[in-house]
């Protein structure tokens, strides 16, 4: 499962979410793949891109200035 699935979901549940939010969603669009056990890794490894931010237990994709 690529960063970009992990961004794509993020940007359905409006662009914010929890990393459970992010992970049940996943689960629910691709039953048959295990996206959802990979949620926090490439979370964090889109942190490191700057293409999303983490504010308490919530991310959030972040604005291209």
């Not at 669009?29 to 942190?47: G, M, S």
Request: glycine share 4%.
């Amino acid at each position: 499962m690529s960063q970009e699935d992990v961004l794509n979901i993020l940007k359905e549940l409006k662009g914010e979410a929890t990393t459970k939010e992010i992970s049940v969603k996943s689960k629910e669009k691709y039953p048959n793949r295990t996206l959802y056990t990979y949620v926090w890794t490439r979370l964090t490894q889109l942190e490191k891109n700057h293409k999303v931010e983490r504010s308490g237990n919530r991310w959030k994709i972040k604005s291209k200035k």
